[in-house]
């Protein structure tokens, strides 16, 4: 059973940087699967950030690219996403899951999902 | 961004009862439809994918249907364990967007 666990600071500054990891356990992060990360602020409903697949290429929401960085590391079976210039409106809970690229493409595995809050 | 209208978005309902969630995408996105759920402090759960299709070791209790622009998530006779949130996902475009989301409530 492939688990995804989230780890990282719960409190960044604001105009700082989010930096989060996702480690991979019970399976290899190097298949034909991508790695996602989504966020849900407070009171809001999801919204998808970006995804990478393990040779490196990646996919951002047009909206956060400007900022948006994900990466990968297979060595360790774990991807990271980092997140530059944050403001209150970054506070959230941060997802990392496994997208099946096959249709019609869907998460079949979640982190638990780690909160992040941006305030001084 | 393709916009994902979900609907109630909380219900109350009972032990076995039977409960409907629909999801309304503001374009054609075919069968790229996926639900889950979610449980405070718990990773979301996939339940249906592709509109229709029960991802392995969810309950029959779950079913999905629709194509298009709209769908439904059904649960028939509702178990304690039901009780959580629900929402839909759109995968035909990126970016991927979700609907807002339904809290189920006893």
């Known amino acids: 059973q492939v688990q995804l666990q989230e780890s990282g600071p719960g409190l960044v500054k604001p105009s700082g940087t989010l930096s989060l990891t996702c480690a991979v356990s019970?399976?290899?992060?190097?298949?034909?699967?991508?790695w996602s990360w989504v966020r849900q602020p407070p009171g809001k409903g999801l919204e998808w950030i970006g995804e990478i697949y393990y040779t490196g290429s990646t996919n951002y929401n047009p909206s956060l690219k400007s900022r948006v960085t994900i990466s990968v590391d297979k060595s360790e079976n774990q991807f990271s996403l980092n997140l530059s210039s944050v403001t209150a409106a970054d506070t959230a809970v941060y997802f990392c899951?496994?997208?099946?690229?096959?249709?019609?493409?869907?998460?079949?595995?979640w982190g638990q999902g780690t909160l992040v809050t941006v305030s001084s | 961004d393709m916009q994902m209208t979900q609907s109630p978005s909380s219900l109350s309902a009972s032990v076995g009862d039977r409960v409907t969630i629909t999801c309304r995408a503001s374009q054609n996105i075919r069968s790229y439809l996926n639900w889950y759920q979610r449980k405070p402090g718990k990773a979301p759960k996939l339940l249906i994918y592709?509109?229709?299709s029960l991802q392995s070791g969810v309950p029959s209790r779950f079913s999905g249907s629709g194509s298009g622009t709209d769908f439904t998530l059904t649960i028939t006779s509702l178990q304690p364990e039901d009780f959580a949130s629900y929402f839909c996902q759109q995968s035909y475009s990126t970016p991927n967007t979700f609907g807002q989301g339904t809290r189920l409530e006893i």
């Open positions: 019970g399976g290899s992060i190097s298949t034909t699967n991508w």
């Open positions: 899951a496994r997208k099946v690229y096959d249709f019609p493409y869907y998460f079949d595995y």
């Open positions: 592709g509109a229709s």
